[in-house]
């Protein structure tokens, strides 16, 4: 008896009761499992909440990034273009001068060539401007805006509302809609007499 009774206990069968050992030693209540339920929805209900501000605050820095890079690739050329304005102006006033020399009444072939050609450079200029964005501002007859034009003088108002840009001394232009140079301009006033 004492020996088969040694073997079941190896083997692991158990052939009594259930083990007095293998129940809770607090079993929890009906309401202490109630309490646990809403604290662990609780914990979920703030954790889906962090979850998606986390994910709301990805795709926010996501979308700055692109359009920093998107910036960038526009106006990353700026520097570039407020240096190749400079040249713009110089072979402005150069073909202007040209054009007040090849008059009719000069019949110097030479110069009238030369103001051709200086002509076309221009125009292939602007042109190639164009292409990248950078766009000449014609502000004339237009209101004065600070963000994009820059006084240099007052002018009498003679037949145009006062505030009004009646002349440029120095053109501006902006790159993709953005002023890399301010117009320099004279604005219409009201004659004080």
Known sequence: VFSTAAQQRSTGDECGPEDPHDEPKHPLSERALEHKAIKLEEQVRDLTERYRKALADSENVR???????????????????????????????TAESAAGEAEPSNPNPTLKKIYEGLSLIEAKLQSVFAKHGLQKMNPVGGKYDPYDHEIVCHVPAEGMQPGTIALVTQDGYKLHGRTIRHALVGVAVESQE
């Open 63 to 93: 979308r700055r990034t692109q359009k920093f890079v998107e910036d960038a690739k526009l106006f990353g050329i700026q520097s570039f273009c407020k240096d190749l304005v400079e040249v713009a102006d110089i072979l402005e006033k």
